[in-house]
Antibody, heavy 126, light 110 residues
Framework: QVQLQESGPGLVKPSQTLSLTCTVSDDSISSGLYSWTWIRQPAGKALEWIGRLYASGNTNYNPSLESRVTMSTDTSKKQFSLKLRSVTAADTAVYFCARAIYGRVNYSYYYYMGVWGKGTTVTVSS | QSVLTQPPSVSAAPGQKVAISCSGSTSNIGSSYVAWYQQVPGTVPKLLVY???KRASEIPDRFSGSKSGTSATLEITGLQTGDEADYYCGTWDSRLSAGVFGGGTKLTVL
């Protein structure tokens, strides 16, 4: 069973860049079958989709975060990464990485996250 | 403000049935399959249902999903105290070109 593990600083100063990495336990990161997704959850609040990317480098970002987000992959290391610039206290959350399946059939899209990392807490504070 | 709308909370007694609704629009639920996730507080979300009505691996048949138009429903029968959790619907929004979630529904088994 594939496993995902987030890593990165737990504390980031306001206005700086939050950088997280997700390490995938198998070679599926190189497969075009999956999209690699970041999701966050502030304490006591709902899940928020941040964005996703394919091993090819194609990306989609949450429009509300798009101006500050960059995602990338390093298939040789079986990793994908998230960078969120100019952070504020509102970016404090648990950040999850996930493996998603996406496609289109009969004019309908399907998209769901079948495997999740355990999550990592990031606090934005000086 | 979440793109998909869910009731904040639902409750029912053990053994009873509960339905959790998820309302969207033509650009998301109306043109995409819906997934449902269960999150016990303090734990990682777990995929319950995908493609509107397919149960994920090892999910009991007490959990079932359906979709009609721009709304979807998760039904849980034979409620158990272990079902107490937050439930989220999610899908793809073709107008936003983004994944979207509901605001979550807290299930209390009285």
């Amino acid at each position: 069973q594939v496993q995902l593990q987030e890593s990165g600083p737990g504390l980031v100063k306001p206005s700086q860049t939050l950088s997280l990495t997700c390490t995938v336990s198998d070679d599926s990161i190189s497969s075009g079958l999956y999209s690699w997704t970041w999701i966050r959850q502030p304490a006591g609040k709902a899940l928020e989709w941040i964005g996703r990317l394919y091993a090819s480098g194609n990306t989609n970002y949450n429009p509300s975060l798009e101006s500050r987000v960059t995602m990338s992959t390093d298939t040789s290391k079986k990793q994908f990464s998230l960078k969120l610039r100019s952070v504020t206290a509102a970016d404090t959350a648990v950040y999850f990485c996930a493996r998603a399946i996406y496609g289109r059939v009969n004019y309908s899209y399907y998209y769901y996250m079948g495997v999740w990392g355990k999550g990592t807490t990031v606090t934005v504070s000086s | 403000q979440s793109v998909l709308t869910q009731p904040p909370s639902v409750s029912a007694a053990p053994g009873q049935k509960v339905a959790i609704s998820c309302s969207g629009s033509t650009s998301n639920i109306g043109s995409s399959y819906v997934a449902w996730y269960q999150q016990v507080p303090g734990t990682v979300p777990k995929l319950l249902v995908y493609d509107n009505d397919k149960r994920a691996s090892e999910i009991p048949d007490r959990f079932s999903g359906s979709k009609s138009g721009t709304s979807a429903t998760l039904e849980i029968t034979g409620l158990q105290t272990g079902d107490e959790a937050d439930y989220y619907c999610g899908t793809w929004d073709s107008r936003l070109s983004a994944g979207v979630f509901g605001g979550g529904t807290k299930l209390t088994v009285l």
